[in-house]
Every structure is written in structure tokens, then in C-alpha cells.
């Protein structure tokens, strides 16, 4: 029987994976130290206390496919308490896989990644490019990486490595770009712009993601695979608010404020690899996913 454990449940993007996978009627369960706002079984537990509880290991043990999606995320929050991420990103990691290492079911280990990873390279970027992390938060995702090719090397763990690019939809974190842009609209305050507004990322709706991520947890002939999970669609953030903006009758006033230190100038990637693994694609387009979210 398939038994899929999803950590980081309770976040923005592990909310949505869930409901992807239930939406197949999967048997789901959710682990975060956070509670769970998704329906099914849910493990409220710090992978950080993972190491002594033993009758947890035993259930951990039965599931036979899991997704790794639980980490703090955030680059500024990285560079001023890096600490943080050593210990939720790397060591939470390494609980886990120790752990999951034995279990004597699990068919499949998809380790969320991110293209932070990548750092200071030429873009657009394919899987193949030498990671140059220029954050605490990008050297804590390849360390996660490095940690479970390890495991895959001696213990066997059925590994495969997804980078996400950056998400956007239903449920993001209010201090995020796209999110902070529609509150200053629909409150008409004002909106802080870092830097000059030329940043580019490669902008993935969340439900997209969760579906490439659904896909490459089944999907024949990827393990030992890292996969960018990205819509190939670099975008500036000047070009965010003009699409955000076109949609409201009074734009807020944009204010300058500086540059994030760890932040990249530009991030976006090459998807070719997953596509021709999975047959994924993004489902519609940024600015029409903007448009519905200021219908609702």
C-alpha cells in the first residue's frame, strides 16, 4: 500500500502538495512543528526531536514514499541568524534520513531543494551548473543536498532532488513580493521596493509546483535525479508591479529601500530536464493567476 508522509505540511507549498496528493486519493500524512490545516493524519513534531522518539521512528518507518519539504526559507532571516538554518535545514535533515534510512518500505525520498543553491551563475540555468550559494540559506539547502546523496550512497536512501524557483499563489507568507504588492493596493499604503526594482526571478504558481513535485514522486527512471522545477519565464520585479498594478484603478506610491543582503540580481532556469521526465508544464500564465487572485 502507498503511504506518502509530507514534511513541512503546515506551510505555504506543503499545504498545497497535500491537496494535490489527496486530490488522487492518496493516504497522506502531514509532519510539521506547526499545526496542520489540512484535512487527514497529521504529525505535529520538530524534526529537531526527532533523534530520542523512538515510537515515532517505528511509524516514520512504515511510509513508503516522502517528501522533504520542511525548512526555514527565508534569505534575510539566513543572514542574520544563520544558526537557525543550520540547525532546522541540515541537522532537522539528518534526523530524518537516518531514520528513514532503515525503513525497510520507502520507494522513494523527494528532497525540496531550492535554486538558491545555484548563487551568482549566468542564467537562464540548467541542473548541470556548479552551485555557488551566496547566502546561509542556499549553503543550508545544498548541505541538505550533499547530506542525502550521502545517504543515498551508503544506505540506499531512493533519492531525488527538486529546485524550486520562486512560488507565488493562495496562502504565501504577507511579507513576500507578490503578496506585500496586493496588500499595498487593497489597503492603498505604500510599497517598499528593494534595490532598483531590476531583480529578476522565475515565477512558479504554488499549484504548479505541487504537481511537479506530485509527478516526480512517481514518476519511473528519475532517482538519483536533481530536477529545476521552474516556468522558465524570468521576470523583473518592476515587471511584477506593472502586471499587479494593472489590475487596480489606483497603484500605490513605490518607495525605494536597499538592496537584501544575500539576495541574487537574477535567478531563473532551465525545466527541460523535468518536462522530459514527467511531462510537467505550468498551467496558465503570471498574469492571469494575478488576475484571479484579485477576483477572490
Not at 509530507?6 to 502538495?17: A, K, R, Y
Not at 504537481?211 to 519511473?220: G, M, P
Amino acid at each position: 500500500m502507498t503511504r506518502v508522509l509530507v514534511t513541512g505540511s503546515s506551510g505555504f507549498i506543503g499545504h498545497h502538495v497535500v491537496t494535490r496528493l489527496q486530490s488522487d486519493g492518496l493516504d497522506v500524512t502531514g509532519l510539521d512543528r506547526r499545526t496542520g490545516h489540512n484535512s487527514g493524519d497529521f504529525i505535529h513534531k520538530d524534526l529537531l526531536d526527532l533523534r530520542e522518539d523512538f515510537h515515532l521512528h517505528h511509524r516514520l518507518k512504515s511510509f513508503t514514499h516522502v517528501i522533504h519539504l520542511a525548512a526555514e526559507a527565508y534569505v534575510p532571516t539566513s543572514v542574520t541568524h544563520p544558526d537557525r538554518y543550520v540547525q532546522n535545514n541540515v541537522i532537522g535533515t539528518t534526523n530524518l534520513i537516518e531514520v528513514l534510512a532503515a525503513a525497510p518500505h520507502i520507494t522513494r525520498f523527494l528532497l525540496v531543494s531550492s535554486c538558491e543553491v545555484y548563487g551568482t551563475t549566468s542564467v537562464p540555468v540548467d541542473e548541470s551548473a556548479s552551485p555557488r550559494p551566496a547566502s546561509p540559506y542556499a549553503a543550508s539547502k545544498l548541505s541538505q543536498e550533499a547530506f542525502c546523496q550521502a545517504a543515498a550512497q551508503c544506505w540506499g536512501l531512493p533519492l531525488v532532488t527538486a529546485r524550486l524557483f520562486n512560488n507565488y499563489g493562495p496562502g504565501q507568507q504577507p511579507d513576500r513580493l507578490i503578496p506585500a504588492l496586493m496588500r499595498a493596493c487593497t489597503e492603498g499604503t505604500e510599497f517598499s521596493m528593494t534595490s532598483d526594482g531590476s531583480q529578476t526571478r522565475d515565477w512558479v504558481h504554488v499549484r504548479d509546483t505541487a504537481d511537479a513535485l506530485a509527478r516526480l514522486l512517481f514518476a519511473d527512471d528519475v532517482e538519483g535525479g536533481i530536477y529545476n522545477v521552474c516556468a522558465e519565464n524570468e521576470v523583473s520585479v518592476h515587471e511584477i508591479c506593472r502586471l499587479v498594478f494593472s489590475h487596480v484603478e489606483k497603484p500605490p506610491k513605490v518607495v525605494r529601500a536597499s538592496a537584501i543582503e544575500g539576495h541574487l540580481r537574477r535567478s531563473a532556469g532551465i525545466g527541460r530536464k523535468l518536462r522530459e521526465a514527467t511531462g510537467w508544464s505550468p498551467a496558465g500564465s503570471l498574469d492571469g493567476h494575478l488576475k484571479e487572485a484579485f477576483t477572490y
